[in-house]
């Protein structure tokens, strides 16, 4: 019976912060993002419920991927993958404004991108993960 009750709360919590990192909207700002193998972008946070701009997050983790579909002419004529991921890691490189997060990395060409990131968020207990997509353009 205790078993069952600490496994109980234990599928809770993580539930309970799932929901936590649901609140929480992570979004690139002036698109199109410029295409550059050291692109530096702006990543807005908010805290959804408030609408308000959430200050002195620590972004742990940050990837860009870029998802490449061979079109359709092309599939059954070349063996291989139908589609090639892109991207890599971003770095943090300033914060121009309250909720503001500068980043930088490697936007290589056109098109549609999407960020994955985690962040320490002030008065959460677990790190905050989402993401955001953006166009590339030149």
Same mark, same amino acid.
């Given at each position: 019976?205790?078993?069952?009750?600490?496994?109980?709360?234990?599928?809770?919590?993580?539930?309970?912060?799932?929901?936590?990192?649901?609140?929480?909207?992570?979004?690139?700002?002036?698109?199109?993002?410029?295409?550059?193998?050291?692109?530096?972008?702006?990543?807005?946070? *908010?805290? #959804?419920?408030? $609408?308000?701009? =959430?200050?002195?997050?620590?972004?742990?983790?940050?990837? %860009?991927?870029?998802? !490449?579909?061979?079109?359709?002419?092309?599939?059954?004529?070349?063996?291989?993958? *139908?589609? #090639?991921?892109? $991207?890599?890691? =971003?770095?943090?490189?300033?914060?121009?404004?309250?909720? %503001?997060?500068?980043? !930088?990395?490697?936007?290589?060409?056109?098109?549609?991108?999407?960020?994955?990131?985690?962040? #320490?968020?002030? $008065?959460?207990?677990?790190?905050?993960?989402?993401?955001?997509?953006?166009?590339?353009?030149?």
């Amino acid at each position: 019976m205790i078993a069952a009750a600490l496994i109980s709360f234990s599928s809770a919590a993580c539930a309970a912060d799932a929901d936590r990192s649901q609140d929480y909207r992570f979004e690139v700002v002036d698109q199109p993002v410029a295409v550059s193998a050291h692109s530096e972008f702006d990543v807005k946070l *908010t805290k #959804t419920s408030t $609408g308000q701009p =959430v200050e002195n997050a620590q972004i742990t983790q940050s990837r %860009l991927e870029m998802t !490449m579909t061979r079109p359709p002419q092309y599939k059954s004529a070349t063996p291989g993958p *139908t589609s #090639t991921e892109m $991207g890599g890691e =971003v770095k943090l490189v300033g914060t121009p404004s309250p909720g %503001l997060y500068r980043l !930088m990395g490697d936007v290589s060409m056109p098109g549609t991108w999407k960020l994955g990131i985690v962040a #320490t968020v002030p $008065g959460e207990a677990q790190p905050v993960e989402g993401t955001a997509t953006f166009k590339a353009g030149r």
